[in-house]
Protein backbone atom coordinates (compact mmCIF):
# COMPACT_ATOMS: atom_id res chain seq x y z
CA UNK A 1 0.00 0.00 0.00
CA UNK A 2 3.27 2.14 0.81
CA UNK A 3 4.08 2.28 -2.95
CA UNK A 4 0.51 2.98 -3.64
CA UNK A 5 0.69 6.11 -1.94
CA UNK A 6 3.90 6.95 -2.94
CA UNK A 7 2.63 7.22 -6.70
CA UNK A 8 -0.66 9.04 -5.27
CA UNK A 9 1.25 11.84 -3.61
CA UNK A 10 3.87 12.07 -7.00
CA UNK A 11 0.87 12.75 -9.07
CA UNK A 12 -1.00 15.38 -6.98
CA UNK A 13 2.65 17.17 -6.81
CA UNK A 14 2.85 16.96 -10.62
CA UNK A 15 -0.96 18.52 -10.41
CA UNK A 16 0.03 20.85 -7.69
CA UNK A 17 3.06 22.32 -9.48
CA UNK A 18 0.98 22.75 -12.70
CA UNK A 19 -1.55 24.08 -10.91
CA UNK A 20 0.83 27.20 -9.14
CA UNK A 21 1.89 27.79 -12.52
CA UNK A 22 -1.61 28.67 -14.15
CA UNK A 23 -2.60 30.12 -10.94
CA UNK A 24 0.81 32.36 -11.56
CA UNK A 25 0.41 32.98 -15.02
CA UNK A 26 -3.37 34.03 -14.53
CA UNK A 27 -2.97 36.52 -11.60
CA UNK A 28 0.11 38.14 -13.26
CA UNK A 29 -1.74 39.05 -16.76
CA UNK A 30 -4.11 40.56 -14.89
CA UNK A 31 -5.19 42.72 -11.53
CA UNK A 32 -6.11 39.89 -8.66
CA UNK A 33 -9.90 41.11 -7.38
CA UNK A 34 -9.29 39.13 -4.22
CA UNK A 35 -5.59 40.16 -2.38
CA UNK A 36 -4.83 37.69 0.60
CA UNK A 37 -6.89 34.94 0.03
CA UNK A 38 -7.03 31.01 -1.08
CA UNK A 39 -7.81 30.44 -4.64
CA UNK A 40 -9.71 27.45 -5.10
CA UNK A 41 -10.69 26.23 -1.79
CA UNK A 42 -11.77 22.84 -1.06
CA UNK A 43 -15.30 21.56 -1.03
CA UNK A 44 -16.27 19.49 2.58
CA UNK A 45 -14.35 16.08 2.93
CA UNK A 46 -12.71 16.60 -0.44
CA UNK A 47 -9.25 17.40 -1.63
CA UNK A 48 -8.40 20.72 -3.57
CA UNK A 49 -5.11 22.05 -5.02
CA UNK A 50 -5.31 25.98 -3.39
CA UNK A 51 -3.12 28.61 -3.94
CA UNK A 52 -2.70 31.34 -1.52
CA UNK A 53 -2.45 34.70 -3.03
CA UNK A 54 -1.53 36.96 -0.46
CA UNK A 55 1.84 38.12 1.32
CA UNK A 56 5.21 36.10 1.50
CA UNK A 57 5.32 34.53 4.84
CA UNK A 58 1.59 34.61 5.75
CA UNK A 59 0.93 31.91 8.56
CA UNK A 60 -0.44 28.82 7.02
CA UNK A 61 -3.53 28.45 8.81
CA UNK A 62 -4.35 32.12 8.71
CA UNK A 63 -4.14 31.70 4.88
CA UNK A 64 -6.17 28.59 5.06
CA UNK A 65 -8.89 30.40 7.28
CA UNK A 66 -9.51 32.79 4.29
CA UNK A 67 -11.68 29.88 3.28
CA UNK A 68 -13.86 30.37 6.22
CA UNK A 69 -12.96 29.32 9.37
CA UNK A 70 -12.31 25.74 10.30
CA UNK A 71 -12.87 25.14 6.72
CA UNK A 72 -9.36 23.48 5.63
CA UNK A 73 -8.89 20.79 8.07
CA UNK A 74 -5.19 19.58 6.19
CA UNK A 75 -2.62 20.72 3.39
CA UNK A 76 0.20 19.61 1.82
CA UNK A 77 3.16 21.03 -0.32
CA UNK A 78 6.20 19.07 -1.39
CA UNK A 79 9.57 21.01 -1.67
CA UNK A 80 10.54 20.91 -4.87
CA UNK A 81 14.34 21.06 -3.38
CA UNK A 82 14.65 18.09 -0.99
CA UNK A 83 11.42 16.45 -2.66
CA UNK A 84 9.81 16.00 1.44
CA UNK A 85 6.37 16.42 1.91
CA UNK A 86 5.54 19.54 4.20
CA UNK A 87 2.18 18.93 6.32
CA UNK A 88 -0.06 21.53 8.32
CA UNK A 89 -3.49 19.98 10.35
CA UNK A 90 -5.69 22.43 12.06
CA UNK A 91 -5.19 22.55 15.21
CA UNK A 92 -1.90 19.59 15.30
CA UNK A 93 0.84 22.91 16.16
CA UNK A 94 3.14 19.76 17.27
CA UNK A 95 2.62 17.80 14.15
CA UNK A 96 2.60 20.59 11.33
CA UNK A 97 5.99 21.62 9.16
CA UNK A 98 4.51 23.84 7.33
CA UNK A 99 4.18 26.72 9.03
CA UNK A 100 4.20 29.58 6.46
CA UNK A 101 2.91 30.29 2.83
CA UNK A 102 4.17 32.82 0.48
CA UNK A 103 2.64 34.53 -2.21
CA UNK A 104 1.41 31.85 -5.49
CA UNK A 105 2.39 28.85 -3.25
CA UNK A 106 0.20 25.42 -3.80
CA UNK A 107 -1.14 23.31 -1.60
CA UNK A 108 -2.81 20.48 -1.22
CA UNK A 109 -5.68 20.89 0.66
CA UNK A 110 -8.56 18.90 2.57
CA UNK A 111 -11.82 20.32 3.29
CA UNK A 112 -13.09 19.73 6.49
CA UNK A 113 -16.29 17.09 6.46
CA UNK A 114 -18.60 19.38 8.33
CA UNK A 115 -20.29 21.84 5.60
CA UNK A 116 -20.57 25.20 7.61
CA UNK A 117 -24.45 25.92 6.66
CA UNK A 118 -26.39 25.43 4.16
CA UNK A 119 -28.90 28.58 3.69
CA UNK A 120 -30.72 26.95 0.61
CA UNK A 121 -33.08 24.37 1.93
CA UNK A 122 -35.05 27.50 3.47
CA UNK A 123 -36.14 29.43 0.25
CA UNK A 124 -36.69 25.88 -1.77
CA UNK A 125 -38.89 24.93 1.58
CA UNK A 126 -40.97 28.52 0.85
CA UNK A 127 -40.68 28.66 -2.61
CA UNK A 128 -41.37 25.31 -3.82
CA UNK A 129 -44.22 22.79 -3.10
CA UNK A 130 -42.53 19.25 -3.18
CA UNK A 131 -40.56 20.27 -0.24
CA UNK A 132 -41.06 16.69 1.71
CA UNK A 133 -39.74 15.30 -1.05
CA UNK A 134 -36.65 17.67 -1.07
CA UNK A 135 -35.70 16.89 2.93
CA UNK A 136 -36.16 12.96 1.99
CA UNK A 137 -33.82 13.02 -0.51
CA UNK A 138 -31.59 15.72 1.13
CA UNK A 139 -31.16 14.17 4.75
CA UNK A 140 -29.98 10.64 3.71
CA UNK A 141 -27.22 12.53 1.57
CA UNK A 142 -25.45 13.86 4.05
CA UNK A 143 -25.66 11.24 6.24
CA UNK A 144 -24.58 9.39 3.23
CA UNK A 145 -20.99 11.67 2.32
CA UNK A 146 -20.87 12.62 6.04
CA UNK A 147 -20.03 8.78 7.48
CA UNK A 148 -17.15 7.88 5.31
CA UNK A 149 -15.52 11.06 4.88
CA UNK A 150 -15.67 11.96 8.30
CA UNK A 151 -13.67 9.15 9.66
CA UNK A 152 -10.31 9.61 7.18
CA UNK A 153 -10.94 13.29 7.83
CA UNK A 154 -10.59 12.85 11.45
CA UNK A 155 -7.89 10.42 11.38
CA UNK A 156 -6.02 12.34 8.79
CA UNK A 157 -5.61 15.37 11.30
CA UNK A 158 -4.11 13.23 13.66
CA UNK A 159 -2.49 10.24 12.01
CA UNK A 160 -1.25 12.11 8.59
CA UNK A 161 -1.68 11.29 5.07
CA UNK A 162 -0.77 7.36 6.02
CA UNK A 163 -4.81 7.12 6.93
CA UNK A 164 -5.65 7.68 3.49
CA UNK A 165 -4.58 4.01 2.98
CA UNK A 166 -2.80 2.07 5.99
CA UNK A 167 -0.92 3.66 9.22
CA UNK A 168 2.30 1.49 10.60
CA UNK A 169 4.98 2.77 12.88
CA UNK A 170 7.33 3.43 10.54
CA UNK A 171 5.21 6.44 9.34
CA UNK A 172 5.60 8.15 12.43
CA UNK A 173 8.42 10.00 13.64
CA UNK A 174 8.09 9.59 17.40
CA UNK A 175 5.77 7.52 19.65
CA UNK A 176 4.02 10.87 20.81
CA UNK A 177 2.57 11.32 16.99
CA UNK A 178 1.69 7.85 17.11
CA UNK A 179 -0.03 7.87 20.17
CA UNK A 180 -1.81 10.78 18.93
CA UNK A 181 -3.35 8.67 15.87
CA UNK A 182 -3.85 6.06 18.13
CA UNK A 183 -6.22 8.58 20.63
CA UNK A 184 -8.33 9.71 17.39
CA UNK A 185 -9.35 6.16 17.18
CA UNK A 186 -8.79 3.82 19.82
CA UNK A 187 -10.67 1.12 18.27
CA UNK A 188 -6.85 0.76 16.52
CA UNK A 189 -7.86 0.26 12.74
CA UNK A 190 -4.30 0.62 12.06
CA UNK A 191 -2.96 -2.06 14.51
CA UNK A 192 -0.52 0.36 16.45
CA UNK A 193 -1.19 -1.06 19.87
CA UNK A 194 -0.18 -4.67 19.29
CA UNK A 195 -0.29 -5.93 22.83
CA UNK A 196 -3.28 -3.59 23.54
CA UNK A 197 -1.81 -2.09 26.12
CA UNK A 198 -2.93 1.31 25.52
CA UNK A 199 0.11 2.61 24.11
CA UNK A 200 1.10 2.96 20.44
CA UNK A 201 4.35 1.92 18.25
CA UNK A 202 6.01 1.47 21.90
CA UNK A 203 9.21 0.94 19.75
CA UNK A 204 9.76 4.36 18.53
CA UNK A 205 11.66 7.42 20.81
Known amino acids: MNSRLIVFLAGLAVLLALTATT ?3 ALAGGTSEAQGTMQNCPQPGKWA ?5 GADGTDTG ?22 MWWRWFAGQPDLSTL ?7 GVIALGSAQAPATPTPSPTLTTTPPTATLTATSTPTPAATATPSSTP ?11 LTDCNCSDFAT ?4 QACLNADPSDPFNL ?12 P
Open 23 to 25: FAW
Open 62 to 83: QALSSCSEGAVIAAYNLDPETQ
Open 175 to 178: QAQA
Open 153 to 163: SSLVGACGSCA
Open 99 to 105: KTLDNLQ
Open 193 to 204: DGDSDGVACESL
Open 49 to 53: IAVWD
